[in-house]
């Protein structure tokens, strides 16, 4: 195999997809409840995004950002106009948001010696070295060492570690408001809320990673868009392509700091991606749509805690919208054995953290799709007992 061995990968290979389904190539049909790790955020073979990809590519691919696109400054606008932010910058991934993110902040406390970012703990950022160094997990950064310094760890929700670790050399705080490769914890808005106060007394920067969050995940269009917090720089991708790569980073006025040099990137925001997101962002900020993601959302929810409600080795569901994490007691149980055991049942889905099912389905999955998969999440449960 030429492939360099960097994902422990199924012995599945996929050819075809649609909807919520995806097919092998021995034409076994499988549920997809993981949609390419929370990216197609329209299902697979989304008619629009087809017919936007094969539009824009009889037209214009690439150009670079050394001239102008019309697609380009749409998709800008539409983000800034549904958002209380300010201006835009296009990559291609979330992890290359996250270091823009990082620049951002790192040249916003320049001039003031402001040089320190807070992050939390079991937080996942990225793999790049900048990202990786504001992740809170060992696991990811062991043999990577030493990696960018003056950053700090925090408590998950502890407010009292976060004022003691917040002083006059931080330049910026970065988190999830639900943390996805950490387990699907969800922020509290009282932490949050005290963040967003130490930040301001410290003049510095609240960066929320809403890679996986974000394009309406949560039922809202933007994750902080469910607390009464706005944070000065906004980092996604996933959703926000629907399967084409792209990443953005957005910022307020307070952290419009970036000018000509201190940041690029030769395939961000080209036309075909920007061409394929406006199609994506039309769909995913329709209200109507945001609102079905929250009745889907809520009766996954419902129906899982029905589930579940007698089954011992499972502590508690948990998330938001259609990112939603069922906990396990994995002394009772093994989160690979759930995943492996279920493609039995031709159904898809991954883990987050060492104890939890993270389900992050299509955000156009249907009522009767999300019977059929807890129909068959418990056909898996039940047989591994």
Do not use: W
Not at 81 to 90: A, D, G, Q, R
Not at 236 to 262: E, R
Not at 343 to 348: A, G, H, P, S, V
């Amino acid at each position: 195999m030429t492939i360099m061995k960097t994902y422990k990968r199924f012995d599945l290979n996929f050819v075809k997809g649609e909807g919520t389904y995806i097919y092998e190539k021995n034409g076994d049909k499988y549920l997809d409840f993981v949609a390419g790790v929370a990216v197609n955020s329209l299902g697979h073979s989304n008619g629009k995004v087809i017919e936007a990809i094969k539009n824009q590519s009889e037209k214009l691919i690439h150009i670079s950002n050394l001239y102008y696109d019309d697609n380009q400054i749409s998709l800008a606008d539409k983000l800034v106009k549904l958002s209380n932010h300010e201006s835009v910058f296009f990559c291609n991934s979330g992890t290359e948001a996250i270091e823009g993110a990082l620049k951002v902040a790192r040249k916003y406390g320049y001039e003031k010696g402001k040089t320190k970012i807070l992050y939390l703990k079991n937080s996942f950022h990225g793999r790049t070295l900048g990202a990786l160094s504001v992740t809170g997990q060992d696991k990811y950064q062991k043999y990577y060492k030493p990696l960018i310094g003056s950053v700090n760890e925090v408590e998950f929700n502890n407010v009292e570690d976060l004022r003691n670790k917040m002083d006059d050399e931080v330049c910026g705080v970065i988190l999830e408001p639900i943390q996805g490769e950490g387990g699907i914890n969800s922020i509290e808005e009282s932490f949050l809320k005290e963040v967003k106060n130490l930040v301001e007394e410290y003049d510095a920067l609240l960066i929320f990673d809403e890679v996986q969050t974000g394009i309406g995940r949560t039922g809202k269009f933007f994750a902080y868009q469910n607390y009464g917090v706005v944070p000065d720089i906004v980092a996604m991708a996933k959703g926000l392509g629907a399967g084409i790569p792209i990443g953005a980073f957005m910022v307020n006025k307070k952290a419009d700091v970036l000018t000509y040099g201190d940041h690029g990137c030769t395939f961000g925001g080209n036309p075909l991606v920007t061409a394929v997101s406006n199609v994506v962002v039309d769909t995913i900020s329709d209200e109507m749509f945001l609102n079905e993601v929250s009745i889907k959302g809520n009766y996954l929810r419902h129906e899982l805690e029905q589930l579940t409600k007698n089954m011992k080795f499972v502590k508690k569901i948990k998330g938001k919208g259609l990112i939603i994490g069922v906990e396990f007691d994995i002394e009772k149980i093994e989160i690979k054995d759930i995943i492996n055991k279920a493609l039995e049942y031709k159904l898809l889905i991954i883990g987050a953290g060492n104890n939890t099912i993270r389900i992050v389905p299509p955000l156009t999955v249907t009522i009767n799709e999300i019977d059929e998969f807890v129909v068959r999440f418990k056909n898996t449960l039940d047989s591994i007992l």
